[in-house]
């Protein structure tokens, strides 16, 4: 009798620690998503200011393909008026 006594006790404290070990799992889980979500929300956000930067940086190099030009154009004006 006694056997079946202790039986018990191991299966009732087994059982509590499989749903605490389980409970435990579940918060971690769902901290580990929350943090995947923000992970994605901050990839989402760095993708479409790389996107912004991207045109700016094309804006500004062909600001200064035009400045470069625009310089080009007169120094060689400006030779070509020396030696004349």
């Not at 579940?26 to 912004?52: A, C, G, H, P, Q």
Request: aromatic share 12%; charged share 25%.
């Amino acid at each position: 009798m006694e056997n079946f006594i202790q039986s018990d006790i191991f299966f009732f404290i087994t059982s509590i620690a499989v749903v605490i070990i389980t409970i435990s799992i579940l918060v971690v889980l769902w901290y580990v998503i929350r943090i995947l979500k923000n992970i994605k929300d901050v990839s989402e956000i760095v993708k479409r200011e790389t996107i912004f930067f991207s045109g700016d940086l094309s804006g500004i190099r062909k600001k200064i393909k035009k400045l470069f030009d625009f310089l080009i154009k007169t120094v060689s004006t400006k030779i070509r008026n020396q030696r004349k």
